[in-house]
């Protein structure tokens, strides 16, 4: 990823779900409260401007999406799954006895800002690219500070996340934590995403868990977007964020063995799949 500029493939994650929400039947998928703080978090940052807002919200940016679905068949709706499956793992971690949430790679995610004051007991983590993290932390500043979410600037392509977190003093290498991987792995190369997965089962307690979403590998090992793959791993790379890790959802328990989780699919709900993305799920 360019390292200079803020990432653009979470402004387009958090415009869909902004563009979601103008299709009424998004109301039952997509969590409470997310696009009013994310339109928040958009324009504060200074990610967007008002009249790029307004667009985003209208019939016709719904139009323009589905228009280009052929690209990702299905990606568009499928925004609005994932921000689903990502909280209701948070939410079933915290019941679970989860003291820590850690959103890696958050982007323009709201999740941890809208939770924090629900589950004070709970410390929120973010982690993510600085250049993308410097305009989220001052969408954040602006829209009201929460004690309990800490927002952390790394490149993980370069920093290994137990250092980083070794300099975070909240975080308790011993206490049960969630950890989220949304939208993420695509990005970061095969053994950045080995190392991240062993990385992150030696930072959490018992009972820990890890919920991730993934592109499955085609026949020929790459990243399988449907029928315009090439397409899109082309854009991708343009765009300075090409897709380098993928892989085929047999291959994800041994994978996830060999970095010290287990494979827990039966959690990570009836569709394992929306869009072009699978999810996961992986504990401890
Ligand atoms: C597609 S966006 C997803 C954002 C968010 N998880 C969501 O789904 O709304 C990918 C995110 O990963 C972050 N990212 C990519 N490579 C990274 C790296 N090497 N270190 C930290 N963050 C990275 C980007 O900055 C961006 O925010």
Not at 124 to 148: Q, S, V
Not at 230 to 253: A, N
């Amino acid at each position: 990823m360019a390292r200079e500029k803020a990432s653009r493939t979470a402004y387009k994650v958090a415009l869909n779900i902004m563009a979601l929400g103008s299709k009424p039947e998004m109301d039952t998928i997509l969590p409470t409260g997310i696009l009013e703080a994310t339109e928040k978090l958009l324009f504060y940052s200074g990610a967007v401007g008002p009249k790029t807002l307004k667009w985003s919200k209208s019939n016709r940016a719904v139009s323009v999406y589905y228009a280009f679905d052929w690209i990702l068949p299905g990606q568009f709706e499928a925004f609005a799954h994932r921000k689903a499956f990502c909280e209701r793992q948070v939410r079933d971690g915290i019941d679970r006895g989860a003291v820590q949430i850690l959103i890696l790679g958050a982007g323009y995610d709201t999740l941890g800002w809208r939770l924090a004051p629900e589950f004070p007991g709970v410390t929120f983590f973010e982690i993510d690219h600085p250049a993308t993290h410097r305009l989220k932390a001052k969408g954040i500043e602006a829209m009201g500070c929460r004690e309990n979410l800490i927002l952390i600037g790394e490149d993980l392509g370069r920093r290994k996340l137990l250092d980083v977190l070794d300099s975070v003093v909240l975080w308790e290498k011993t206490s049960q934590a969630l950890i989220i991987a949304e939208g993420l792995l695509m990005y970061l190369t095969p053994g950045a995403v080995l190392n991240l997965f062993s990385q992150c089962a030696r930072i959490v307690g018992d009972g820990s868990r890890m919920a991730f979403s993934y592109i499955p590998s085609g026949a020929d090992g790459r990243p399988d977007a449907g029928p315009w793959t090439g397409l899109v791993l082309w854009l991708q790379k343009v765009v300075g964020e090409p897709w380098l890790w993928s892989i085929r959802p047999e291959e994800l328990g041994p994978f996830l063995e060999g970095a010290g989780w287990k494979d827990r699919p039966a959690h990570s709900g009836k569709m394992r799949k929306h869009g072009v993305e699978f999810y996961g799920v992986a504990a401890r």
